[in-house]
């Protein structure tokens, strides 16, 4: 059963049982939300409202509902209400950021942005939006400070949401490839191009997870400790059994459309450099994922003439 058949099938129980709680009008609210009737859901929440005038939810999710529908002022009116009622409500202040990030009024949504990362340090999405306002007011350092914030804290919702009890542990084995190009995006605005192109290849590297290569490992292994067989043996089977074990858990993104257009910059990166096999084989990858592929193929015909006037 899928979302909205659930929450439809949620909104009948919580009406037939008492439909004048306003956590009956939430419910019904969401479900209308869920089916862009923003108008319908609208009515909803001010019913909770009229029911509870201090009902939180009800103002934060007025408030999402304006914003859906384009009415700042009113959104800013709703999340107003939800920080009076709760001062420690991040999604108000998060919201409170979105109503001024739509205004353009980049300073205000900054500070209201940082309220909410103050409140929930370990959500990216904070710390993506902090980002993105420093970036705005180009102030890049202060933004590529606070992606790599959203990096550390994404890495801690996977973590920790791959540990419920009664599931094997399968953290997620990969960053997030937008946010990685942010990062190498503003590192070349600020004209560091060896950052610029370790974000770049890190984006990249998330396709496939960024797995190591185990036969390296071992072989790495074998040539530092030639003089104890034994102990070699032993870490090269330790590892092919964890390699074995994590097999399954590292999932990369595939090529993606971010991942797609960090290969097209570390391919005219290549270019600009003379590495022309690395940037013949990275416009070749283009070609195969569908992306970019014009782009690739004068990319390819730039290497193949300039391979030409050096022969």
């Keep these: 059963m899928g979302a909205r058949p659930q929450l439809a099938f949620v909104a009948q129980v919580a009406t037939a049982t008492d439909k004048f709680r306003p956590e009956t009008c939430c419910v019904v609210g969401n479900y209308y939300s869920m089916k862009s009737e923003h108008e319908k859901a609208v009515m909803y929440f001010r019913r909770a409202l009229t029911l509870d005038r201090n009902f939180l939810s009800a103002w934060t999710l007025m408030g999402h509902e304006y914003i859906e529908m384009k009415n700042t002022h009113a ?170 074990e994590d097999e399954e858990t590292w999932h990369g993104t595939g090529p993606t459309a971010t991942t797609s257009k960090a290969r097209l910059w570390l391919a005219r990166w290549s270019l600009r450099n003379g590495d022309l096999e690395r940037a013949d084989q990275l416009a070749g990858e283009l070609c195969q994922d569908g992306v970019e592929v014009e782009e690739a193929k004068a990319l390819m015909r730039d290497v193949r003439a300039r391979r030409e006037a050096a022969e």
């Design 75 to 244: 959104a800013i009116e709703s999340y107003r209400r939800a920080v009076d009622a709760n001062r420690k409500d991040y999604r108000a202040w998060y919201g409170l950021g979105q109503a001024y990030e739509v205004l353009d009024m980049s300073f205000y949504a900054l500070f209201y942005y940082q309220r909410a990362a103050a409140l929930r340090p370990y959500d990216p999405k904070m710390w993506q939006a902090v980002g993105s306002c420093y970036a705005k007011m180009e102030r890049f350092e202060q933004s590529i400070k606070a992606l790599k914030r959203a990096l550390v804290a994404g890495s801690y919702y996977a973590d920790d949401s791959s540990h419920h009890p009664g599931s094997a542990p399968h953290g997620r084995k990969i960053l997030d490839p937008e946010t990685l190009y942010q990062i190498a995006s503003l590192y070349e605005r600020l004209d560091d191009e060896e950052e610029a192109v370790t974000y770049m290849e890190l984006t990249l590297q998330q396709e496939t997870g960024g797995q190591p290569n185990q036969d390296e490992e071992s072989e790495a292994s074998e040539s530092d400790n030639d003089d104890d067989q034994t102990t070699s043996g032993h870490r090269r089977r330790a590892r092919r059994r964890q390699n074995d």
